[in-house]
């Protein structure tokens, strides 16, 4: 069960990174970029000393914004 919590709360963060980062991007897409996003999310904020907590809300913030600096990060060598 917990996998599939983590799918979901991945495809969510994905997909809100997506929306902010104005990026259209396939389920299976936004839900790589989630996980990974919520693996470098978790990372960047033990780096800045920060916690949130460990329900729903708190692990969708954290994959968010690690989603989103991750979408940041590739646009960096994105050719224009």
Known sequence: MGILVSLLIGALA???AGKIMNKGMGL???ILVGIVGG???????S?????ASASFWGQLLVGTAGSVLLLFILSLFKKK
Request: aromatic share 16%.
């Open 47 to 51: 780096l800045l000393g920060l916690t």
């Open 39 to 45: 693996v470098l999310g978790s990372w960047v904020f």
């Open 28 to 30: 299976l897409v936004c």
């Open 14 to 16: 994905g997909f809100l």
